[in-house]
């Protein structure tokens, strides 16, 4: 039997430095005391994404906050909390749902406390707290990177002592995505885009930058934004879809290059995937009092019923009578052995595995309007949507429910 201790240390830093998933790193690390040395070594810089999807559960502490009433506004709650300055058991750890092992996990994370969390991609958060900063987080390691505060957006709400900004970080940023990994400190190649502000406009930075930056857009209301073969695209309310070209000489803007020939409902969302080298366009449809529909008694607040998925392709009309580079053509009837998952994440698709099922929309909640409707707040609206059948069921079983934290794909 070898014996693993004696592998050279020159060597176990190449195997270490090569490995690319979480729970790789830690597994190495556990092998024996000397390996386990060079994971402390190298733990702080390896901001690696799990292999299989977590869920980042919400905050343990909002259980022992008083119960929101229709005399008491959610937000006005969360923020008094916030002011007190109390500590709350269970404040700073937060659950993680774990695919793989159909286990819960807790772990000390303070700098995740009382903050809106969305999923960026490549194991990375993005944290809005009330004091109005906004920074990357990595919640395995911990390690953060300071990004240009809320205030810095260049579209505002109006504000004034009887409304604060922070009575809108839960609404203000919708969506983001970053296009690289800032590993080990070197970020210059790493940008974030984001969808902010009352009209969901578009705005980017980078790690170090003071301020956000917009970016010139045809339309307003943008549903989900992609970082797909090194270039940003968005997609709108209506379903058009947008490249971004941030080095514009006349400055940063998006170009329709296809437009929705579907008629959907404004208020149906809509989310950008890449899979198989191809981008998809997928409409989730919703029902329940926040979308109008006053006869679901039962589901009275919101909760998907349906997707549709569309292909993006290249498209050239020797007419002239659709005059943009690509166009929403197949309806896509099967992933095959891929898996989407959306909500307050990085859009992605995976392969199916042994915890992973082929052929699905895993989903979570994030019609953050409908939250305030719901004393619990949002988090009710989760599932895995079989694309054979049409059918919804859980993912987890257990319900987390959060005015400001519901569960979110940690990918």
Known sequence: MADWATVPTDVLLLIAERLEFFEDFIAFGVVCKSWGTITSILGKNRTLPPRFPWVMLTDIAEKNYP??????????????????NEYIEGMHKRRFFSFST?????????????????GVGYGWLLTIGYDLQINLLHPFTRQQISMPPLLSFK????????YKPQEVINLFVRKAVMSSNPRNNSNEDCIILAIYGEFRVLAFARPGDEVWTNVKVPSRIYNDVLYYKGKFYAVDCRGDVLVCDLNDVNGPKATIIARCEYKFRAIDHKYLVESSGVLLLVIRLSRGEY???KEDIDRPFNHT????VFNLEEWHDESGSYIYPYRITTQVDSLGDKSLFIGYNASISLPSSNCVKANCIYFSDDNVESYMMHSYGGGNDTGIFAMESHSITLHYASKFMSHLTPPIWFI
């Open 102 to 118: 159909s286990k819960t996990y807790e772990f000390e994370l303070p700098e995740a406390t009382r903050k809106k969390c969305l």
């Open 67 to 84: 119960k929101v009433t229709r005399d008491m506004d959610p937000i006005d709650m969360l923020i008094k909390e916030v002011e007190k």
């Open 305 to 308: 019923t349906d997707f549709y």
């Open 291 to 293: 979308f109008g529909d």
């Open 155 to 162: 579209d505002q709400y109006v504000y004034d002592d009887d």
